[in-house]
């Protein structure tokens, strides 16, 4: 499998903290590479450096080839008061898409997302999940090569879950997309990345891969992050 992106030496300081501390990683063309941690390990930081949002302090990331790229992420609000239909028009041209394919492709974007019926709302009326179906939406316009995706299913019941996992198989698999996400949930993802990577304080602490069992996983996952709670208890 070919390298997509290579990560070096990678350094992001804010201040005196380092939010990222010396990264190496190659991610793979065509796979779904998870990062893993808890609040504060570093996976937001590492995101927006592969997008070019936030400078590197140091170390050096090398995209093999330009990549389009398709971005999820909470942080950013759309258009409080434009409808869903007309929010993902806008974000279309802002996404340099030809003006005669805009409608067709955001007719296509709805369908994928499960928003037809809601295409006429306000997307400040819409819940935390018909939000995050939004964003995910966002991030499919223009058939991207590169999916980056920040916390994906947050805020996603069940099944919502379970059709965004398929969409993300099918575009791997189909469309041959390369996927990096973050989470900190690994029931959600333990089951479909190629591979899983842990993150603490910056640093990546282990490399594994999907074909570990869930409980062997959350195991490590407790191991590496669990807080010393009987030091919380104590002072309640």
């Known amino acids: ?139 499919l316009l223009g058939k991207p090569e590169l999916l980056i995706l920040d916390e994906p299913f947050s805020a996603l019941d069940l099944v919502g879950r379970k059709d965004f996992i398929a969409i993300l198989k099918y575009l791997k698999e189909k469309r041959d997309t390369t996927i990096i996400l973050s989470s900190h949930d690994l029931t959600s993802i333990s089951d479909f990345c190629d591979e899983i990577i842990f993150m603490k304080k910056g640093k990546i602490i282990l490399e594994t891969d999907s074909s570990e069992s869930l409980s062997s996983l959350n195991e490590k996952y407790m191991e590496f992050f669990q807080d010393d709670i009987d030091q919380a208890l104590s002072n309640l």
Do not use: W
């Open 1 to 139: 499998m070919n390298i997509a992106i290579e990560i070096k030496d990678l350094v992001k300081k804010y201040k005196k903290l380092a939010a990222l501390d010396k990264l190496d990683i190659n991610i793979k063309e065509n796979s779904i590479t998870a990062f893993i941690g808890p609040n504060g390990s570093g996976k937001t930081t590492l995101l927006k450096l592969l997008l070019n949002i936030v400078n590197t302090s140091g170390g050096e990331v090398r995209f093999v080839k330009q990549y389009k790229t398709g971005f999820l992420s909470d942080e950013f609000t759309p258009y409080e008061h434009l409808t869903v239909r007309d929010n993902l028009k806008a974000f279309a041209k802002l996404k340099k898409i030809p003006k005669r394919v805009i409608s067709e492709e955001v007719e296509r974007v709805l369908l994928i997302t499960f928003l037809t019926d809601e295409k006429n709302k306000l997307f400040k009326d819409l819940s935390s999940g018909m939000k995050k179906k939004f964003h995910f939406g966002l991030a």
